[in-house]
């Protein structure tokens, strides 16, 4: 009996014992739960503040190149849903939309009379404006931030092409990073469907006709699959 009464003491004592920790449990949950609450509203804050400056960022672009106005924020639709889409991480859906804000900030200091060349462009002056994503690389690299660094390499990638014909660096395949891809698809479309100087805009169904044909060969193919079925499928549009 006295054995017993023992137990039964031992268990009341251990039932005591887990009550004490679920609380201390649901005091850390309830510390944590703040935490993470706090960390969300400073990095809804970040992310607010990083829009403000890509969109600034945009504008000059836009006032140096009338033909780009409205081209970045096209592209960061277009790539943001395609990002979406594939189910990304929040964190890589983030660096794809900044990035398409911001991709092509190293046409900022293109020469005028190339800005605004209603002809074709000489290859000289080809070869100045291929140069304008090794620019955004380095200008967006200036600002001493792990986040915008990678946000810089993505633009230096955004016109390299799976099979290496690309540039300025002539990656390939999975050498060049798969935002760079989405936005590098998202970035043709856009461009393809804006007036330019030079020439109209094609229809979207020459569009995507243009990188369905290149599907494994410029872009991505998993990229053109989820770009195409937006369109095709799911009612996407660029305005």
Same mark, same amino acid.
């Given at each position: 009996?006295?054995?017993?009464? /023992?137990?039964?003491?031992?268990?009341?004592?251990?039932? /005591?014992?887990i009550r004490n920790n679920i609380a201390e449990l649901e005091k850390v949950k309830a510390k944590n739960d703040k935490i993470?609450?706090?960390?969300? =509203?400073? @990095?809804? /804050?970040?992310?607010?503040?990083?829009?403000?400056?890509?969109?600034?960022?945009?504008k000059v672009v836009e006032m140096r190149d009338p033909y780009l106005k409205g081209h970045q924020q096209?592209?960061?639709k277009l790539a943001t849903a395609i990002a979406q889409e594939m189910k990304l991480t =929040?964190?890589?859906?983030?660096?794809? =939309?900044?990035?398409?804000?911001?991709?092509d900030v190293g046409k900022i200091n293109l020469p005028n009379e190339i800005v605004n060349n209603a002809s074709k462009l000489g290859e000289e002056e080809y070869d100045l404006i291929k140069?304008?994503?090794?620019?955004? @690389? @380095?200008?967006?690299?200036?600002?001493?931030f792990p986040w915008l660094m990678a946000i810089a390499e993505i633009a230096y990638q955004h016109h390299e092409r799976v099979d290496g014909s690309g540039y300025p660096r002539a990656l390939k395949g999975d050498?060049?990073?798969l935002e760079a891809k989405i936005i590098g698809v998202a970035d043709v479309i856009e461009a393809m469907r804006s007036h330019r100087s030079y020439r109209s805009a094609y229809s979207i169904k020459e569009t995507l006709e243009e990188i369905s044909k290149n599907k494994g060969i410029l872009y991505d193919s998993q990229v053109v699959d989820v770009c195409l079925r937006l369109f095709r499928e799911k009612g996407f549009k660029l305005e």
């Open positions: 009996m006295k054995n017993t009464e /023992k137990t039964k003491d031992q268990l009341v004592e251990e039932l /005591k014992v993470e609450e706090k960390l969300s =509203r400073n @990095y809804k /804050k970040l992310s607010d503040i990083m829009e403000d400056i890509a969109l600034i960022i945009t096209g592209v960061c =929040r964190d890589k859906i983030e660096s794809i =939309r900044f990035a398409a804000l911001v991709h140069n304008h994503s090794k620019r955004s @690389y @380095y200008i967006l690299k200036t600002v001493d050498e060049i990073l």
